[in-house]
């Protein structure tokens, strides 16, 4: 009787695994978190001139890079989405960058 237990105990330990690294709808995977953080960083890379200047943050989930922050023209904007999303990997880039002139 006593040796039911421990197996008992592995399964359900084994079990509880596994749906912690499903992913679901408002989770992510192991992987896809180092998907995402990899895209940030290519993003954040990207060497412009035109918006290296600017405060723009880069955020990414399930492939979309969100930029948020402030630049100085629509035309600064405009750009630092066209670069987010010519990067391999990135599935689409909500711009939510604000005009802010100095």
Known sequence: MKSGIPKLTAVVAVML?????????????????????????????????????????????????????FVASSAIRSRAGELALSVNGVVDVKNDLEIRQN
């Not at 290519?42 to 399930?62: C, F, M, S």
């Open 17 to 69: 695994a596994i749906s912690a690294c499903a992913s679901t709808r408002t989770q992510q995977s192991a992987g896809e978190v180092i998907d995402d953080a990899v895209l940030t960083s290519k993003v954040k890379l990207i060497e412009d001139p035109n918006t290296k200047a600017h405060r723009i943050n880069v955020g990414t989930q399930k492939g979309i890079v969100q930029l948020t922050g």
